[in-house]
């Protein structure tokens, strides 16, 4: 059952951003839209998390310099896949001799990003350190301090690290429950915005107006306005990845993004069985996404 959580989450995230890259930057759509662009092929989101994955893989764990590199490999093979202006611009810098820590404490005036690209990527934090919060933290924010350096930046990818573990923790053959879901989360978070956007999904829960909740949670390129809205897009419906999914989309906005973190969480939760075929089938490099959440699970089988 791990090792089709671990699948699930990662294969959930690529479907996820592949599901929601015709449409970001929309207004709110029609779930019944959703399919008819459907081609398998992700964005810099999922590009991104493999490097997490391959990083985390070839070191058995967090290696900062290594995981630059990794991304900066990445990227220059495949620099069109929508990249945000952060990321490339750290990679620069990391190239012509600045240290992978600091690098990214340069961007926008020498606050750090608060983009949601460190926590768009994080899934495989939230898998491999599942049952070991310390970890999941330090691990989150290292990864994030490559190129987001901001604290929401930072905290955002925690959260979304923490959501993808309560996932792989909760048992599906018992109904989730979005209350303790929630306050698991609010308890995990050290940051004031976080609390209070999660104090607001909560009492979201149930709302059936989507206007509403894009303005109250948010549904943009900012972490502290799309991880909470990913977080509640899975609890709109745990038990069903596809119509967490298809309501994470519907919101707009950031949408390859929100798709991507939502897909992680419900994969997490589902397992790979449960993320239709039909997505499957068609995602592009599915058979290496499978192969990297396999050892990530051997890693993990390995360390217990
Ligand atoms: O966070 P990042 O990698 O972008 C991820 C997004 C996802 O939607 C992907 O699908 C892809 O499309 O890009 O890239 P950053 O450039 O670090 O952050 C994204 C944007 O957030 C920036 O380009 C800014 O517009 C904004 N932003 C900020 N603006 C002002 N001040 C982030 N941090 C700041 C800031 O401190
Ligand atoms: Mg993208
Ligand atoms: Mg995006």
């Given at each position: 059952m791990l090792k089709s959580k671990f699948l699930g989450c990662l294969i959930g995230s690529a479907v996820g951003d592949a599901l929601g890259s015709s449409f970001?930057?929309?207004?709110?759509?029609?779930?019944?839209?959703?399919?008819?662009?459907?081609?398998?092929?992700?964005?810099?989101?999922?590009?991104?998390?493999?490097?997490?994955?391959?990083?985390?893989?070839?070191?058995?764990?967090?290696?900062?310099?290594?995981?630059?590199?990794?991304?900066?490999?990445?990227?220059?093979?495949?620099?069109?896949?929508?990249?945000?202006?952060?990321?490339?611009?750290?990679?620069?810098?990391?190239?012509?001799?600045?240290?992978?820590?600091?690098?990214?404490?340069?961007?926008?005036?020498?606050?750090?990003?608060?983009?949601?690209?460190?926590?768009?990527?994080?899934?495989?934090?939230?898998?491999?350190?599942?049952?070991?919060?310390?970890?999941?933290?330090?691990?989150?924010?290292?990864?994030?301090?490559?190129?987001?350096?901001h604290e929401l930046g930072k905290e955002g990818a925690a959260l979304q690290a923490y959501a993808v573990a309560l996932a792989v923790k909760a048992d599906m053959s018992s109904q989730l429950e979005p209350y303790a879901f929630l306050k698991e989360l609010k308890d995990f978070t050290i940051n004031d915005v976080y609390r209070r956007k999660l104090e607001t999904a909560e009492r979201l829960l149930g709302e059936k107006d989507r206007l509403r909740v894009i303005k109250e949670l948010g549904n943009g390129i900012e972490a502290h306005n799309s991880v909470p809205t990913a977080i509640y897009s899975f609890l709109h419906c745990p038990q069903s990845f596809e119509k967490s999914l298809f309501y994470a989309v519907s919101l707009g906005g950031d949408a390859d993004t929100i798709g991507a973190m939502t897909g992680a969480i419900s994969g997490a939760y589902v397992g790979i069985e449960s993320v239709p075929e039909r997505w499957k089938a068609r995602l592009e490099r599915r058979g290496y996404i499978e192969e990297l959440a396999e050892k990530l699970w051997l890693i993990k089988r390995r360390l217990q």
């Open positions: 970001e930057g929309s207004w709110v759509l029609e779930e019944n839209r959703i399919e008819e662009n459907f081609s398998g092929r992700w964005t810099d989101d999922t590009h991104m998390m493999i490097g997490v994955a391959e990083s985390l893989i070839m070191n058995h764990g967090f290696d900062g310099n290594h995981m630059a590199q990794t991304f900066i490999k990445n990227y220059e093979q495949e620099p069109w896949r929508g990249y945000a202006y952060g990321p490339p611009q750290v990679f620069r810098w990391i190239r012509s001799g600045v240290d992978w820590s600091q690098a990214a404490k340069r961007l926008f005036g020498g606050a750090g990003s608060y983009g949601n690209g460190a926590a768009m990527r994080v899934a495989p934090v939230g898998v491999l350190y599942y049952d070991d919060l310390e970890q999941l933290r330090s691990v989150a924010y290292g990864q994030s301090q490559i190129t987001h350096a």
